[in-house]
C-alpha cells in the first residue's frame, strides 16, 4: 500500500508563491514517475506537472515558467514550487504515483488564490 499525503496548500494573493510537497509512505526509488494533477469546480482533472525517475520534467503550459516540480529521494517527497500565482491557479491539487500496475492518488489539497 503507498499512501500520498500533500501538505502546504492554502490561501494566497495573486503574485504570490506557494510550496505543495507530497510524502510518500514507501521510498520514492519504489516508484516510478510522481507528479501533480489540479482539479478547479466544475473542471476536469488536468496535469500540472510530472517527474520521472530520472528526474525528467514535462510541464503543462499554464505552469511553464511558474512551477517547478523537484524529488528529494531523501526526504520521500516531490515537491511543486508555485511562483506568480493567479486566481486562475486555484483547484484542489492531487499528487499522484506510478507503482506498477497501479496509480496512487494523495487525497488532495486546496489551493485558494484570490484578493
Known amino acids: 500500500q503507498v499512501l500520498l499525503v500533500e501538505s502546504g496548500g492554502g490561501l494566497v494573493q495573486p503574485g504570490e508563491s506557494l510550496r505543495l510537497s507530497c510524502t510518500a509512505s514507501?521510498?520514492?526509488?519504489?516508484?516510478?514517475?510522481m507528479g501533480w494533477y489540479r482539479q478547479a469546480p466544475g473542471s476536469q482533472r488536468e496535469l500540472v506537472a510530472r517527474i520521472t525517475t530520472g528526474t525528467n520534467t514535462h510541464y503543462a503550459d499554464f505552469a511553464k515558467g511558474r512551477f517547478t516540480i523537484s524529488r528529494d529521494n531523501t526526504k520521500n517527497t516531490v515537491d511543486l514550487q508555485m511562483n506568480s500565482l493567479k486566481p486562475e491557479d486555484t483547484a484542489v491539487y492531487y499528487c499522484?504515483?506510478?507503482?506498477?500496475?497501479?496509480?496512487?492518488w494523495g487525497q488532495g489539497i486546496q489551493v485558494t488564490v484570490s484578493s
Open positions: 514507501v521510498p520514492l526509488n519504489k516508484i516510478g514517475a
Open positions: 499522484y504515483g506510478i507503482v506498477l500496475p497501479n496509480l496512487h
